[in-house]
Structure formats: structure tokens, C-alpha cells
């Protein structure tokens, strides 16, 4: 079973730039295709962004494509999301979740691990 910890989360205004880091324990990154969800107060979690277990492939939601990218380290046992152009609709509780399968996919049911999340908030 692998332990997934989120950081980097904090407080920005309109078009600054934040990277999320996700760690894991327990088991090896690589075993996991790795996706981000988000949050928001009010609204239920929604996909962010995938990677599968060697990186050759991501999937973005549309509202974050070309804003966001995501990436691994594997020999780091690390995930990263990287958020460009931020805006105040971005703001949410952002979530890493693992599921041991080589593929992304978009439904929060289909991930078996999940971290506790990292507060992002943008300010207009």
C-alpha cells in the first residue's frame, strides 16, 4: 500500500505560478498511474490532471489545459503539478491519488489511494 503526502499548496494572486509536489511511501511510484483532482467549497471533487506509470502520457480537464502540467520522478518517488496563469476559479483543496494500473482515467472511483490534500487559494 503506498502513502501519498501533498505540499506546495499556498496562497497567490491572479496569474502567479505554484507547484504541487506529491511524495509516496510505502511502495514505489512507479508501481501507480498518478492523478491531481481538486476541490472547491461547495462543489464535489473533479479531475485535474493524469499521468500514467512511465510519464509517456497526461490528460488535462479543459479548464487547465495549457495553464497545467504534470509530471513524475519516479527515482523520487514524486509527482508534480505544475500551475501557470492561475486564476481565481482555481482555487480548491487539490488531491493526488494513485491507482495500480498502467492507464489514466478521470473517475475518482477508479483511484485507490489518495493523499489529504493542499489548500491553493487565488486571489483576483
Known amino acids: 500500500q503506498v502513502q501519498l503526502v501533498e505540499s506546495g499548496g499556498g496562497s497567490v494572486q491572479t496569474g502567479d505560478s505554484l507547484r504541487l509536489s506529491c511524495a509516496a511511501s510505502?511502495?514505489?511510484?512507479?508501481?501507480?498511474?498518478m492523478g491531481w483532482f481538486r476541490q472547491a467549497p461547495g462543489r464535489e471533487r473533479e479531475f485535474v490532471a493524469g499521468i500514467t506509470r512511465s510519464g509517456g502520457f497526461t490528460n488535462y480537464a479543459d479548464s487547465v489545459k495549457g495553464r497545467f502540467t504534470i509530471s513524475r520522478d519516479n527515482a523520487k518517488n514524486t509527482v508534480y503539478l505544475q500551475m501557470n496563469s492561475l486564476k481565481p476559479e482555481d482555487t480548491a483543496v487539490y488531491y493526488c491519488?494513485?491507482?495500480?494500473?498502467?492507464?489514466?482515467?478521470?473517475?475518482?472511483?477508479?483511484?485507490?489511494?489518495w493523499g489529504r490534500g493542499t489548500q491553493v487559494t487565488v486571489s483576483s
Open positions: 491519488a494513485g491507482r495500480g494500473s498502467p492507464f489514466v482515467v478521470t473517475l475518482e472511483r477508479d483511484y485507490d489511494y
Open positions: 510505502g511502495r514505489a511510484l512507479s508501481s501507480y498511474a
